[in-house]
């Protein structure tokens, strides 16, 4: 058996046509259902053999990796309500990209991991900074880390930039609001990243990659018992990467480390501890979008991809530390406690400059291109923001008898502090000619203009900064005490009740140390309910509510923070689940309501000369989810979901959520003389979206009075790959992107520009397990 049937799972399975065409049927129609046939049709002498049935296939597990170490689906997961539920028994759409999917499409990143998601899409805002994922209309802001807050925004102080996915085993998306564990309900996803754990045998990976421009990338994953039982045990993970792009100007460097530890102080009790480094530099990203939509006269660009007017000394760099610890204890059989705390230290370095569009004096819009290449303005941006983070969580789960039956309890205290520091520089952009000073180190029209944009950024335009020893200060506290359970009424029906109280406290301090201002909330309640009805063996309906309540970091002109968000969320369902949890399907409909969302206001800036945000009358957004994940066969895997979103109301800066989304992934292993090939593929693919381009739009003579609508056109993006098994243990991968090299965007309409899409790529992987 060759290297990848041997990770599949431990459990004794029977594949059966009848269970499969049922689990196609109910995601994606049947349409499909002809896809599905694994088996040899029944003979002409069986007149009984209605269906096919193989007979039971055993599977061990290779080396120190679980039973699912291979699948495209997970057993279980606590990352909706902080039960040990199955994606069955979880009344919310819960999405696992797991270890296997994450090696199969080669992803590195954060970003990589959420482009397979689905119901997730992806804004940027600039060249290697600022990402919004995007869930049922939604900005997600709630990232953890081993269900620890974690400031994993990919923004100017966030450290979702600097995340690799080679530290991590999997990660858990909950689609919806998940107030209960988190303490804000965000209403579109929380994100919560597994950290790779050590096991009690020996065993590890590494491998080595190449791809179109020059990027290359190494990474080795080892873990290492201490003692002969296993009960003092290590992990040690590392990885790196360095490359250009297929913009101008652009490479990127990346960096990370772990090393983490568990020891068995007894048969009931174990300890963790570990450090995490995580490094990203960016040279060649820009303060904004690097394409515009229009020239000056209104007319439409066409530019090459490659077109990047930032200068070679505009970076983006990201530096992530984190120390963690854990410990669980058994009480017994049904009772655990389990303690988590991290501290995350982020140091950013944002020396930011392109050539784009932005506000004048007035109140208006300038920088347009002109076609003979006059008209660009260089913009610029210097930040150093110090973000420190501290977050710990107990949780205490256990079971109890009521009424003849058994029923699960979780009782939970969480916490989490943060503190982000921003040193105050004196900024002087300059020329061989002229030079500008900035007190806050922010250029908008007052920067350079760039002699013919045909040419790139001129040689001689540079950036200085000083730091005046003066700071501003930004804390945020929020704790919260929350509980679950789940009750087994009847046989197949079971109802999930809980409630979270919530404290927040935040305050912000200007860099002469006085409150700018502050904002507390005390006792906010959170509550949630589910329940999940077994139709049969398979199938599951079920339906869930929670409310909303999320506190904002958006200032208003006076230097406020924009009220909290509220509203609520609702979730109805059917779920299946076929050869012991190996296949799991889903259908759902939502809709969500907020309110307060946090709007641009028109050309006003705050204290500190940022743009300002105002509250605004909220969204309202419905629709469906369809999503199927795990494996058809023993050698055959696919993953993939559909999503249609509706906006009953809306009232923000301009969507940026396709009405139809969908994402596939499929792997497939030959059998015979094939048997040491993989071949898979997949598409990621969305609707046309009726864009605002905000809050510039498209000009007259070359100035924009406010925002004009911009159609951002949709697109299919087709992906392949190959991977031949040299050995049991090694192996060499073909992974394609944009297979057919689809001009698409990545944005579009912030401030009149645009961001394009990655073009057509290919990366070779050599990797070994031993």
């Not at 709630?142 to 974690?150: A, E, H, T």
């Not at 590890?204 to 003692?227: E, Q």
């Not at 079920?542 to 409310?547: H, I, M």
């Not at 296949?583 to 705050?606: K, P, Y």
């Amino acid at each position: 058996m060759n290297n990848r049937a041997s990770q599949a799972s431990g459990n004794a399975f029977e594949w059966s046509g009848k269970p499969l065409a049922g689990a196609i049927a109910a995601t994606f129609g049947s349409c499909l259902l002809s896809t599905a046939v694994y088996a040899q049709p029944p003979s002409d002498n069986n007149q009984n053999a209605s269906s096919v049935q193989l007979a039971p296939m055993t599977i061990e597990a290779a080396s120190y990796q679980s039973g699912f170490a291979s699948s495209y689906t997970v057993p279980e997961t606590r990352s909706a309500t902080g039960l040990n539920l199955s994606p069955r028994e979880t009344p919310q759409s819960v999405t696992s990209i797991t270890r296997q999917q994450m090696d199969d499409r080669r992803v590195v990143d954060l970003e990589d991991a959420l482009e397979l998601t689905p119901g997730v899409t992806a804004n940027k805002s600039e060249v290697g900074v600022r990402t919004s994922f995007r869930a049922r209309g939604y900005d997600i802001n709630n990232w953890r880390v081993d269900g620890l807050q974690f400031p994993g925004g990919s923004g100017f102080s966030g450290g979702g930039n600097a995340l690799s996915m080679d530290m991590y085993e999997r990660v858990d998306i909950v689609r919806g609001a998940n107030g209960l564990l988190g303490g804000t309900g965000d209403p579109s996803a929380t994100v919560d990243l597994v950290r790779k754990r050590p096991q009690k045998e020996f065993g590890g990976s590494a491998y080595v990659s190449y791809g179109r421009w020059d990027k290359s990338r190494v990474g080795a994953d080892l873990n290492l018992p201490l003692t002969e039982d296993g009960s003092i045990r290590s992990r040690f993970v590392v990885t790196q990467q360095e490359g250009d792009s297929f913009r101008d100007n652009e490479s990127n460097r990346n960096r990370a480390a772990l090393a983490t530890f568990e020891f068995d102080a007894t048969e009931d009790t174990t300890l963790g501890a570990g450090y995490q480094y995580e490094y990203r530099k960016t040279r060649g990203a820009g303060w904004g979008a690097n394409v515009p939509i229009w020239f000056a006269d209104g007319e439409k660009t066409d530019l090459s991809r490659s077109t990047n007017l930032a200068p070679h000394w505009s970076y983006a760099q990201s530096k992530t530390n984190t120390t963690f610890a854990s410990l669980t204890h058994q009480f017994n059989r049904d009772w655990q406690l389990d303690v988590r705390i991290a501290q995350s230290d982020i140091d950013a370095v944002n020396q930011l400059a392109v050539a784009k569009v932005n506000r004048d004096s007035d109140g208006n819009y300038g920088g347009y291109w002109n076609q003979d290449g006059s008209g660009a303005v260089l913009n610029g941006l210097r930040q150093m923001p110090e973000t420190r983070q501290r977050s710990a969580r107990f949780d205490l789960s256990g079971r109890y008898d009521l009424f003849g039956r058994q029923h699960d309890v979780m009782f939970g205290y969480s916490e989490s502090r943060t503190r982000e520091r921003s040193p105050e520089q004196n900024c002087v952009m300059s020329s061989d000619t002229t030079s500008v000073a900035s007190a806050n180190c922010m250029y908008r029209l007052d920067g350079l203009a760039i002699t013919d944009w045909r040419n790139g950024v001129d040689d001689d335009f540079s950036l200085d900064a000083s730091r005046t020893g003066r700071t501003s200060v930004d804390k945020t506290r929020l704790r919260g005490v929350y509980a679950a359970t789940r009750l087994n009424v009847t046989e197949p029906l079971s109802v999930i009740l809980g409630a979270r109280a919530s404290y927040y406290k935040t305050e912000s301090r200007g860099v002469d140390g006085d409150r700018i201002s502050s904002q507390q909330e005390n006792g906010v309640f959170t509550p949630y309910a589910g329940v999940i009805y077994d139709l049969s063996r398979n199938y599951s309906l079920y339906a869930s509510y929670t409310n909303i309540f999320t506190p904002q970091t958006r200032e208003t002109s006076s230097g406020d923070r924009v009220k909290p968000l509220e509203g609520d969320s609702y979730e109805a369902g059917i779920k299946g689940e076929w050869f012991n949890g190996q296949l799991n399907a889903s259908a759902a409909v939502f809709r969500t309501r907020q309110e307060n969302a946090a709007v641009l206001d028109g050309a006003n800036e705050t204290p500190t000369g940022g743009q300002a945000y105002k509250a605004g009358t909220g969204n309202e957004t419905e629709g469906v989810d369809l999503e199927v994940a795990g494996a058809i066969t023993p050698n055959w895997n696919v993953y993939g979901g559909y999503t249609y979103l509706h906006f009953r109301s809306i009232d923000s800066d301009g969507r940026s959520d396709p009405s139809h989304l969908f994402k596939l992934s499929t792997t497939y292993q030959p059998a015979g003389m094939l048997d040491r090939w993989t071949f898979g593929g997949g598409v990621r693919a969305q609707s046309n979206i009726d864009a605002i381009s905000s809050p510039a739009g498209r000009p007259t003579d070359g100035v924009s009075t406010g925002s004009t609508r911009a159609r951002w056109p949709g697109y299919a993006i087709w992906n392949a790959m190959a991977s031949y098994d040299i050995t049991d243990n090694t192996s060499v991968t073909l992974n394609l992107d944009n297979l057919f090299d689809k001009r698409y965007y990545d944005s579009y309409g912030f401030y009149a520009g645009s961001i394009y899409g990655q073009p057509r790529s290919g990366t070779v992987t050599l990797s070994t397990t031993f």
